[in-house]
């Protein structure tokens, strides 16, 4: 009875609640997102080591930052998939499997744009930080094929949910492990890493506007992307046909 | 009979049912293959599941042994669900596929000691026995590709005859049979049912068994 | 009736034993990926130098590349046939913890795939000009760092059975999974050479090995049961 009320009722539920939050998070996003990148990007002062170069770190750190949260969100996703069968959680894992590579491909992109100004090279395996976002995207890129790759759905979800979580612990020990690998290289490093942390509290305010920004973002594209899936999935059921007909 | 029958065996009710199974609910594909299915199977008893192509009857059969958890609704095994008593359930249960279960580079003797000591320890004089009741004498050691289809299928269906298993479940076993074969396999589908076993079988072919019923899909 | 249940370890015996069984009787799935090893192997000091100081520096790296690599070929026929042709669901019919039989044959894909490779490294060690201190340092890495491959990469294999043409996603999925073990195993090497000692490093893959073994089988028994679904 619970599989059956969860495996029905909980993509209306979502819908219909979800439909309530979303003005008020774009809202709450606007403002944020607003303030941030017209503080961060044109108004804070310049760094006294890095000079203006600060602004994209930034953009970067807000979205590095988020890119950490897509695996474990996806291996709660797949948990429930696995152990209850929620159809609305593997809706949010497909989403963010996708909304996370681009994150983390943007997070590499910001990234090597910041280290060409501040390091002189586009991509410095020095950097454990980026490194360790170069397999994440790899790991989410192989979730998002194999979903592809599958045709029957209830497989697909289930695949999923299993290589989300192995994919998961996976990454903890990726970031541990190379970042060990990078203290060892460290010494034939031609790069002073210690540049990369800027002072004054003000970056960090502004990171921080930043971070809250970029999160509310990803709350509202997974919710937006997820709206969409329940339709497509639920396209027989009669209150999507309602709708529907409705507007 | 065999250990694995549950403690309930004997207390239950009187007809013996041993698969029960109530409001079964399938959808593949959006595709509603079966709703508000009941049935019972008690022991002694062929059932024979009937459909059109597409009806269901392979999934079906794949729900009941638990290959296939995508349904809703109850299926209980001697008055528990089989999900609460899944290494009992599988130790009274044997089941042959469309894919009949043997390796092609292996012989029916090192396919059987395999697919047989999964379940319960097995001598090699009781194999050759076997795959000589199923006419397999003489390609005892032969690898398996260099047999037919029907002699494929024929080792994997010693495995009934070796097996002390209560429930068969056997999807369309007799596709690829002669008619001596298809004769040989409805005698040991009544001696099954006569020694108290009992059969799920899909095929359409009309079974010449006394102990059978029909349950029809779609 | 005929027979007793059988005890889990003598299901156990009679997998590892059938999957033995199998591989000698299909030399072509264990031949060609060891082949693969050597041949890719041999092609470095071609496309990279024949100087014995170059070589040496990346002879571990090169190693240790080629058996992700041919563990990826190989490891496609750990399930496939038995996909195929049915055996897979008996496995998965069997009253015994399915743990143990997916061990089993992880074993036993071991035992013919990765095995032969730890044996056969020394020799190629040596014509990448590694000297001849690390060569048990490496022998023990690949060791530790083979098994783990087996068991990571069957969790790959039991999602993708079902999948008619996968040796490419197979690779996609399971190669950035094994970045952990290809840093510890090379840094093993790398610290022997620059006469440090390994052992940290090679503890740590035993831990990993010991946390494989524990969990790993567990994964592939699921991912199993879903692509036989």
Redesign the interface.
């Known amino acids: 009875m619970w ?2 009320f969860s495996k029905l009722g909980s993509p209306k539920w979502f819908y219909e609640l979800s439909g309530k939050w979303l003005p008020w998070l774009i809202a709450a996003m606007v403002i944020f997102m607003a303030i941030g990148l017209v503080w961060g990007l044109l108004f804070l002062p310049p760094d006294y080591q890095q000079g203006f170069t600060s602004r994209i770190l930034i953009v970067h750190v807000a979205v590095a930052g988020t890119s950490l949260a897509f695996f474990p969100l996806m291996f709660v996703a797949g948990t429930i998939t ?1 152990v209850w069968r929620m159809k609305l959680a593997d809706m949010v894992a497909k989403n963010a499997a996708i909304l996370g590579a681009w994150f983390s491909f943007v997070t590499l992109a910001t990234g090597s744009l910041w280290g060409s100004v501040m390091w002189g090279t586009w991509w410095e395996w020095t950097d454990s930080r980026l490194v360790s976002m170069l ?1 994440q995207l ?2 989410l ?2 979730v998002i ?2 979903r592809s ?2 045709e ?4 697909a979800a ?2 999923c949910a ?2 989300s ?3 998961c612990i ?1 990454v903890v ?2 970031k541990y ?2 970042e ?2 990078n203290t ?1 290289h460290q010494v034939s490093s031609p790069v002073n890493m210690d540049a990369s942390s800027p002072n004054g509290p003000e970056f960090w305010i502004a990171t921080l506007i930043m971070i809250v920004a970029v999160y509310l973002f990803l709350s509202v594209s997974l919710i937006l992307s997820t709206r969409n899936e329940i339709l497509e999935r639920e396209r ?1 059921a009669q209150w999507v046909q309602d709708l529907v007909l409705k507007s | 009979m065999s250990s694995a029958a549950p403690q309930t065996f004997s207390n239950s009710n009187a007809d013996k049912t041993m698969l029960a199974v109530r409001d079964l609910f399938c959808e593949r ?2 595709r509603v293959l079966f709703k508000n299915l009941d049935f019972d199977l008690p022991e002694g008893q062929v059932l024979q599941v009937q459909g059109s192509n597409g009806s269901g009857k392979t999934t079906l059969m794949r729900i009941l042994c638990g290959l296939n958890d ?1 349904y ?1 609704g109850s299926i209980k095994w001697y008055g528990q669900e089989i999900e609460e008593q899944a290494a009992s359930f599988f130790s009274s249960l044997l089941y042959i596929g469309h894919r009949v279960g043997v390796s092609k580079v292996l012989s029916p003797v090192e396919n059987l000691r395999w697919s047989c000591s999964l379940k319960q320890a097995v001598s090699d004089e009781q194999i050759m026995a076997a795959l000589k009741e199923v006419g397999l004498r003489g390609f005892e050691e032969s690898p398996c590709y260099t047999l037919s289809a029907g002699q494929q299928q024929r080792a994997s269906l010693a495995r009934l005859i070796i097996s002390p298993a209560l429930l068969w479940v056997l999807d369309e076993p007799f596709t690829t049979l002669d008619s001596k074969g298809v004769a040989m396999l409805e005698k040991i589908l009544q001696r099954q049912a006569q020694t108290g076993g009992s059969v799920m079988v899909t095929t359409h072919h009309s079974l010449r068994i006394a102990e059978l019923t029909l349950l029809s899909l779609g | 009736m005929t027979g007793k249940q059988t005890t889990t370890w003598a299901a156990f015996l009679a997998t590892l034993k059938r999957d033995l069984l199998i591989a000698f009787k299909k030399k072509n799935d264990i031949v060609n990926p060891f082949m693969f090893f050597i041949i890719v192997v041999s092609l470095f000091p071609i496309g990279i130098s024949p100087e014995s100081d170059r070589l040496t520096e990346i002879a571990a790296g090169v190693i240790w590349i080629s058996v992700l690599l041919a563990s990826m070929l190989s490891m496609d026929s750990l399930y496939r046939s038995d996909f195929e042709d049915g055996s897979l669901e008996q496995l998965l019919l069997s009253p015994h913890p399915l743990f143990f039989l997916v061990l089993a044959k992880n074993i036993s894909h071991w035992l013919v795939s990765g095995l032969p490779v730890v044996l056969v490294s020394p020799l190629l060690a040596y014509m990448l000009a590694l000297p001849s201190e690390a060569y048990g340092t490496l022998v023990l890495s690949l060791l530790l760092g083979t098994p783990i491959m087996s068991l ?1 990469g069957s ?2 294999v039991a ?2 059975v ?2 008619g043409s ?1 040796g490419l ?1 197979l690779a ?2 399971t ?3 094994s ?2 073990i290809l ?2 195993g090379t ?1 093993a090497v790398q610290s022997t050479l620059n006469s440090q000692s390994p052992v940290g490093y090679l503890s740590l893959m035993l831990v ?1 090995l010991s946390v494989s073994v524990s969990l790993a089988p567990l ?1 592939s028994g ?2 199993l049961k ?2 036989v ?1």
């Open positions: 599989v059956w696995l397999f790899f790991l890129l192989g094929s194999l790759a599958l029957d759905s209830d497989t289930k695949a299993l290589l979580i192995v994919g996976n020990i990726i492990s190379v060990w690998w060892l027989k | 594909d959006d995508s809703e | 990571i969790i790959a999602l993708t079902g999948l996968r996603i996609v999925i190669l950035p999974m970045v952990p840093i510890f840094l990993m994964a699921a991912a879903i692509s679904n």
